[in-house]
């Protein structure tokens, strides 16, 4: 969740949502998003939506449950008055922040609380993030009896002085106690890297892969590092104290990452996540995201998706509760997606996943430029010719250029 809240139109306190909202919903899975907004520290890299005990100005992170749950009821109520068709939950995801500061009793009480409102599908994905350092066996297994099947650990890097630069508490000794913990009850476990931090050489990120794929994790993300304006990463690297990251060195780290997975066993199935053992291990809430499904994000700041609304909460947790006390919505602004910009997003999102962008559904114009595509070697000949749209591993490096030429 990023911290910078976009322009829109006003909100209206009740949350109704437009008729065109509810237009073809019941052909959409449902999801819902939990942001939890608290850290103990703030990375230097960061720039969520998150506070840490001092900057809360009054706000209670014990509080913060029943608020989450209060919207929860509102959102319910909103979704059945605006028309739109009742689902069962197909995802859940609780992201921060560190959702694991808080109690696993309460993490447990708000999915208790979801599962109450909606309902879950028979096959539902339960994710929680976590610090490593924020968890042990007893909280894990909590999670696990409450309904919970993944957790999605930050582990960044196993380098020390890697960790050190993006401000990461953790001890990356603890990694393999964590996943163990995870699996022996029940969870899947994800693993998330970060590549491209300043100082971090070709060496460090290598020791990295070798660290993750040693803990034999069901599903890996990899992210460039993108130094956002606003933060302390960004202002050390102004003034000079740190280099900025190389695009080159990155681009290098991609590939070295692409091929010891690959060569692991786990299958790259959108830009920069990999899983083993097929879709059963894909993150299907990320997935609901890039296909283009409804979401409801509770808690400060988060973003919500209904058909073709967009809006988003309020930042601040002291904020967040008042309008939660008052029953009137969060929302701080909202948006309504014309038809060019959601094909823009369409196309966007889906060519970065494997597989799912059909080249039928392009536009004539975009559909000649494929030839040209895989003549650069941007996109796989043999799936375009199966119709769909497969990016090359020179076409994941390149992936907003193929956008621009899709659009």
């Known amino acids: 969740m990023p911290s910078t809240l976009p322009l829109g139109d006003p909100a209206p306190a009740d949350g109704l949502l437009p008729l065109t909202s509810a237009a073809a919903s019941a052909e959409r899975d449902l999801g819902l998003y939990v942001h939890v907004p608290f850290c103990r520290v703030r990375c230097g890299y960061c720039d969520f939506n998150t506070y840490t005990a001092t900057e809360l100005r009054g706000v209670k992170q014990s509080d913060y449950a029943s608020q989450a749950v209060a919207e929860m009821e509102f959102a319910s109520g909103v979704l059945g008055a605006s028309g739109v068709a009742e689902r069962p939950l197909s995802t859940v995801f609780f992201g921060g922040g560190t959702p694991t500061l808080l109690p696993a009793v309460q993490l447990a009480a708000m999915l208790g609380a979801a599962r109450d409102i909606w309902g879950f599908a028979a096959d539902a994905e339960v994710t929680t993030e976590a610090n490593p350092d924020s968890v042990d066996s007893t909280y894990l297994q909590t999670l696990a009896d409450a309904g919970f099947t993944r957790v999605s650990f930050g582990m960044q890097s196993a380098v020390p002085s890697v960790l050190a630069t993006l401000e990461r508490t953790h001890d990356p000794e603890?990694?393999?106690?964590?996943?163990?913990?995870?699996?022996?009850?029940g969870l899947q476990v994800s693993l998330d890297l970060i590549y491209g931090t300043p100082g971090e050489t070709l060496d460090d990120w290598s020791r990295s892969l070798d660290s993750v794929l040693a803990n034999e994790p069901d599903h890996i993300s990899a992210y460039a590092l993108i130094v956002e304006q606003g933060t302390k990463l960004a202002r050390q690297i102004r003034s000079g104290e740190v280099a900025e990251p190389s695009d080159d060195?990155?681009?290098?780290?991609?590939?070295?990452?692409?091929?010891?997975?690959?060569?692991?066993?786990?299958?790259?199935?959108?830009?920069?996540?990999?899983?083993?053992?097929?879709?059963?291990?894909?993150?299907?809430?990320?997935?609901?995201?890039?296909?283009?499904?409804?979401?409801?994000?509770?808690?400060?700041?988060?973003?919500?998706?209904?058909?073709?609304?967009?809006?988003?909460?309020?930042?601040?947790?002291?904020?967040?509760?008042?309008?939660?006390?008052?029953?009137?919505?969060?929302?701080?602004?909202?948006?309504?997606?014309?038809?060019?910009?959601?094909?823009?997003?369409r196309v966007l999102l889906l060519s970065r996943v494997r597989g799912v962008l059909r080249v039928d559904s392009l536009a004539p114009d975009a559909r000649r430029e494929i030839a040209g595509l895989i003549a650069d070697g941007l996109i796989d000949g043999r799936a375009a010719l199966a119709g769909t749209v497969d990016l090359t591993l020179k076409g994941r490096l390149l992936a907003d250029a193929v956008v621009r030429r899709l659009t």
Do not use: C, F
């Not at 299958?267 to 283009?292: A, F, M, P």
């Open 174 to 185: 603890r990694i393999p106690d964590v996943v163990r913990w995870a699996k022996e009850a």
């Open 249 to 345: 060195l990155q681009a290098d780290m991609y590939e070295l990452a692409d091929a010891r997975l690959g060569a692991a066993g786990y299958d790259w199935y959108e830009v920069s996540n990999w899983s083993r053992d097929g879709v059963r291990t894909r993150s299907r809430h990320n997935l609901s995201y890039w296909l283009g499904h409804d979401w409801w994000g509770i808690g400060p700041g988060s973003h919500s998706y209904v058909g073709d609304t967009r809006w988003w909460n309020v930042k601040h947790p002291a904020a967040y509760a008042g309008r939660i006390a008052a029953g009137e919505s969060p929302a701080a602004g909202r948006e309504s997606i014309d038809d060019d910009t959601r094909e823009l997003e």
